[in-house]
């Protein structure tokens, strides 16, 4: 197990204009409470077709981007979600539903594939208030995800992902939950770790130079629990069971470069054992070579090229990491034969780190953030537009122990 060092780490080519993911918001309405959603359910929002049009022309007027996450709100509740996502697949885009899967019915999933569907991410975990589900432990809820997960795959031809909020409750059972992974590494290709964030109780906040009161925000509730778990904690919770863990890239922060905003590790193996993990050079050989060839980064890949991640071995010559990865896999196959006929999947985790607040205020955002999405003709961060749309403009913070010094002058 090597010690963490950004320098060990390729840095993902990410940026403003030229990105992986854009992020589309048709409707604000969701069907569930989220304790770490920074959103506001709003069941009038809907967008119409004219709007979500406008937005998707921003982003090709703005950003080269590979993928759309369609996401809320929870889309499943906009009645013409299938015409949505025909409108991301007519333009070479690759459509992505982010949802918490509670509206997907087998006949729904069938009908958005026939327009274009690539990819879903689902976000269960035990901070949502979820009917039948509430009260479940992380390990339980392994249940649900196994169900989206076997509903994505008899459809066939889907990427699918699960995304968790990890709370400082939830930080022990981040293992377990990539154990469930290994074990469907097959259906399922992505696992994400979301860190809780809220607004610090310690800060004042400011729009346009006068101070305000957030408590209309999502995420400025009073919470008795911790709100600076970091990616790096996250990761050593999953290495001190898989110790074979060995992240590739990293986006940094904007105030923080050391800041591990978006840290990915990228695993070959099979059902039953991980044999290994890409190294920095690998992924930046994928996002460069895509570039070159499709003038775009590459984000989700189709669940056929996953399973082909045999093929790489034959680049252990020219990789280390790939050569280790060889041995194990070889060594295996000398003690069971049988293994030599199981296809070798890729299966990526990605650990985000959102919006840190520095001590003077400064918000450290993800630098080269995916998931921009569009306000008033601009792209502008996600997880912040509640600000933009309540105030018309992102709030500022002031720690609050300057505030005798300020009213005393």
Not at 7 to 13: F, S
Not at 99 to 121: C, D, F, I, M
Not at 263 to 283: A, E, H
Request: glycine letters at 6%; aromatic letters at 8%; a positive charge.
């Amino acid at each position: 197990m090597s010690k963490l060092d950004a320098r060990n780490l390729y840095r993902l080519p990410w940026s403003y204009s030229d990105n992986v993911i854009s992020w589309l918001e048709p409707t604000k309405k969701c069907n569930l409470y989220c304790e770490g959603c920074y959103s506001v359910n709003n069941p009038t929002s809907h967008k119409s077709l004219e709007e979500v049009r406008q937005d998707l022309e921003v982003f090709m007027r703005y950003r080269k981007t590979d993928a759309v996450s369609i996401a809320g709100g929870d889309p499943l509740t906009h009645p013409q979600l299938p015409d949505i996502v025909r409108m991301v697949a007519d333009l070479g885009l690759k459509p992505i539903v982010n949802t918490n899967g509670h509206a997907l019915t087998p006949e729904l999933l069938r009908e958005l594939k026939r327009q274009g569907l690539v990819g879903l991410t689902f976000h269960i975990d035990s901070g949502q208030r979820r009917p039948g589900w509430n009260g479940k432990s992380e390990i339980e809820l392994n249940d649900l995800r196994l169900h989206y997960a076997q509903m994505a795959a008899a459809v066939g031809g889907l990427s699918t992902a699960f995304n968790s909020t990890v709370y400082e409750h939830t930080l022990p059972y981040v293992p377990d939950l990539v154990e469930w992974a290994r074990r469907h590494i097959d259906i399922v290709h992505v696992m994400v770790f979301i860190a809780f964030r809220f607004a610090p109780p310690d800060m004042d906040y400011y729009v346009g130079g006068q101070r305000i009161e957030i408590g209309g925000l999502p995420y400025a509730k009073d919470r008795q629990q911790r709100f600076d778990i970091s990616s790096p904690e996250i990761l050593e919770a999953i290495r001190r069971r898989f110790p074979e863990t060995e992240p590739a890239a990293y986006l940094n922060g904007t105030e923080d470069p050391g800041a591990m905003k978006w840290l990915l590790t990228v695993q070959i193996g099979c059902q039953d054992r991980v044999y290994g993990c890409l190294s920095p050079r690998m992924v930046e050989l994928a996002q460069a070579g895509h570039h070159l060839w499709k003038g775009k980064y590459l984000g989700y890949v189709s669940p056929k090229v996953s399973a082909r991640a045999k093929a790489l071995l034959a680049l252990a010559l020219v990789d280390r990491s790939l050569r280790t990865t060889l041995g194990r896999y070889l060594r295996a196959v000398l003690r069971h034969p049988r293994r030599l006929f199981q296809p070798l999947h890729l299966q990526s985790i990605m650990i985000i780190q959102p919006a840190d607040v520095l001590a003077d205020g400064r918000q450290s955002m993800c630098d080269g953030c995916p998931d921009m999405t569009v306000w008033n003709e601009h792209l502008v961060w996600s997880c912040r537009l509640e600000e933009l749309m309540r105030y018309g403009s992102f709030v500022q913070m002031v720690p609050a122990a300057s505030r005798p010094r300020e009213e005393g002058r």
